[in-house]
């Protein structure tokens, strides 16, 4: 089944904490990103790839990292949490270096931070 | 901020109405998207309507998009109670292969 799996599903941690959130993908997609929902902000991109070894920007990357090691995987590293990025993570993929077409989307992380 | 919105913001209808939900979006664009998220799960897609395109169907949606007007609308017709879901659109990518998504139109469907 073509899927993005994404873990933990839930997380709580304390600020300052280091934490990864894992993406894996089974879709042989080239693009790959990472995205936090908030209420009433929608979604907002953090990251994105467009390749491995190739990563960008996207409107609120601060206080994120990211790695594209393996074209499958592309985890989302906070260094040092802190209680303003207690959010809902999403993590998706697409087809294509350039992608035009849809995005599929993992069931998402709700991450508490303290 | 190049964010889309959706307007409404909230709309309960009853089983069997249409519903109907506008897109706003702020840059030139290759394609709009339209995606639903059931209550804290994925995003899942749902259309996808080219730049050239004025109109664009599937099973009992309808899209429109307007590129003057920068503005797009998804119409669900015979609604049903599982159609209760928040709707988002998306455009992009644009320059530097990002997406955007507006802030969603929570629906209800009161069976």
């Known amino acids: 089944e073509a899927q993005v799996t994404q873990n933990p599903r839930y997380l709580i941690t304390v600020t300052g904490k280091k934490l990864t959130v894992t993406c894996s993908q089974n879709m042989n997609h080239e693009y790959m990103s990472w995205y936090r929902q908030d209420p009433g902000l929608g979604l907002r991109q953090i990251y994105y790839s467009m390749n491995v070894e190739v990563t960008d920007k996207g409107d609120v990357p601060e206080g994120y990292k990211v790695s594209r090691k393996e074209k499958r995987n592309f985890p989302l590293i906070l260094e040092s949490p802190s209680p303003n990025q207690t959010s809902l993570y999403f993590c998706?993929?697409?087809?294509?270096?350039?992608?035009?077409?849809?995005?599929?989307f993992g069931e998402g992380s709700r991450l508490t931070v303290l | 901020s190049q964010q889309g919105e959706e307007d409404p913001q909230a709309l309960s209808i009853q089983e069997g109405e249409n519903a109907t939900m506008n897109c706003s979006y702020k840059?030139?664009?290759?394609?709009l998207q339209w995606y639903r998220q059931n209550s804290g799960r994925g995003l899942v897609h749902l259309i996808l309507?080219?730049?050239?395109?004025r109109e664009k169907h599937s099973g009992r949606l309808r899209v429109t998009l307007d590129t003057s007007k920068k503005s797009s609308s998804l119409l669900i017709t015979a609604s049903r109670a599982a159609d209760t879901a928040s709707y988002f659109c998306a455009t992009g990518p644009n320059t530097g292969n990002q997406f955007y998504f507006g802030t969603g139109t929570s629906l209800t469907v009161i069976p």
């Open positions: 998706a993929s697409s087809l294509g270096t350039n992608p035009t077409g849809e995005l599929f």
């Open positions: 309507i080219r730049s050239n395109e």
């Open positions: 840059t030139s664009i290759n394609n």
